[in-house]
């Protein structure tokens, strides 16, 4: 069966990363004005030789996202429901060889968490686990979705790979769409990063996308964690498996994100800094390449870094996110899988957002003209 790794292995990150740098600024010029724009035009706009030109960037972008999808942003809430954990991940605070408290929410305290965020009006939801089968495996997911089905518009997980057979399962409880990010394209850092443990298996999780969109799944999240490695040759491996999937599972629909290695205790240092010029070069990147995915920017983001790139491409954020199970109402003591920067309250995102001119949804009544 042929799946993105039969594309991807015909690629070499090393002559991928110099093919991106050696982009000229006649190779952004031709990207800038091209109809429809191809993934050497995408490497065009993520190059160096683009930097000069990230004012005009910007502005096609926010022309381009506000022609698709008008004056609209959706937010979402995280619900941690576990910190379990059976892999060592050197990035993160939940891997298993970190001596934290572990915890994994009962049905009563997941109701707890959700009658709280639904005070707060949320109507789309982000489940979070640990990559624990045995403690927060499909039955516990396929569990808490149930549980909480009825209470929002749509729900989303963000948890271990599973099999396709899971993800129909899970489907038909009620899952809408699923986030899982391969955290770095690069085979020998990936190998690195994720020692033990089942996510250890690269080519597994660089094929659940694939079992995702075979199993029907609405929505697919893709993304790199930038700081393991270059950005900018992550960030072709994701459009390159952005479009692969496009073409193959073309009834589905995709998101992109893009997270930031950020501080936990005892966290590791990035080898490579993305910074703010960057990312925002990488997002307008993203928006001319593809006009209809839809774009995310979680907490992990700066409260002034949010506020300028929600006008440039963004179509979905999240705000006052606990990144700890029960962190809402149960624990909210409990340690974070990492540290969020924009610690700003739901009400105070809301305002901002319809200050800079956008229409927000999230409550229960705007999910009716979606």
């Not at 057979?165 to 986030?179: C, F, H, P």
């Not at 440039?312 to 606990?322: D, N, P």
């Amino acid at each position: 069966m042929n799946t993105f790794k039969n594309i991807f292995e015909q690629y070499d990150w090393d002559a991928t990363l110099s093919s991106i740098i050696a982009k000229t600024e006649t190779d952004v010029i031709h990207a800038l004005g091209a109809s429809k724009r191809d993934l050497e035009d995408f490497k065009a706009l993520i190059s160096p030789a683009a930097q000069p030109y990230l004012e005009q960037m910007a502005r096609m972008s926010s022309h381009i996202t506000k022609k698709r999808f008008g004056n609209t942003i959706q937010m979402y809430a995280p619900m941690y429901l576990s910190n379990e954990c059976q892999n060592i991940c050197t990035y993160c605070g939940f891997s298993m060889t970190n001596t934290i408290p572990r915890r994994t929410l009962t049905d009563k305290e997941i109701l707890i968490e959700v009658e709280f965020l639904k005070s707060k009006g949320y109507n789309h939801i982000l489940l979070v686990t640990g990559e624990a089968n045995k403690t927060v495996g499909v039955a516990y997911i396929n569990n808490a979705i149930q549980l909480i089905q009825s209470r929002f518009a749509n729900i989303t997980i963000e948890v271990q790979p599973l099999d396709q057979s899971d993800y129909e399962l899970l489907k038909a409880s009620g899952l809408y769409a699923v986030l899982v990010y391969q955290e770095t394209y690069h085979k020998e850092a990936y190998k690195k990063h994720h020692p033990k443990g089942k996510k250890s298996n690269f080519n597994y999780r660089l094929e659940t996308p694939d079992r995702l969109g075979r199993a029907g799944i609405h929505k697919i999240g893709l993304g790199a964690l930038f700081g393991l490695e270059d950005w900018k040759a992550d960030s072709f491996f994701t459009a390159l498996h952005l479009q692969y999937l496009q073409r193959t599972y073309w009834k589905t629909k995709y998101s992109i994100s893009f997270p930031r290695l950020r501080p936990y205790s005892g966290g590791l240092v990035p080898k490579v800094v993305m910074t703010d010029s960057d990312l925002v070069q990488l997002i307008c990147a993203f928006r001319l390449f593809d006009e209809n995915v839809e774009l995310s920017m979680s907490t992990r983001e700066s409260e002034e870094f949010r506020e300028h790139i929600v006008n440039l491409g963004i179509t979905s954020i999240s705000a006052a996110s606990k990144t700890n199970p029960g962190g809402y109402a149960v624990a909210p003591q409990s340690l974070e899988q990492f540290e969020i920067s924009d610690e700003r309250s739901t009400e105070e995102v809301v305002d901002m957002l319809k200050n800079k001119g956008l229409d927000v949804i999230w409550k229960d009544w705007s999910y009716n003209w979606q």
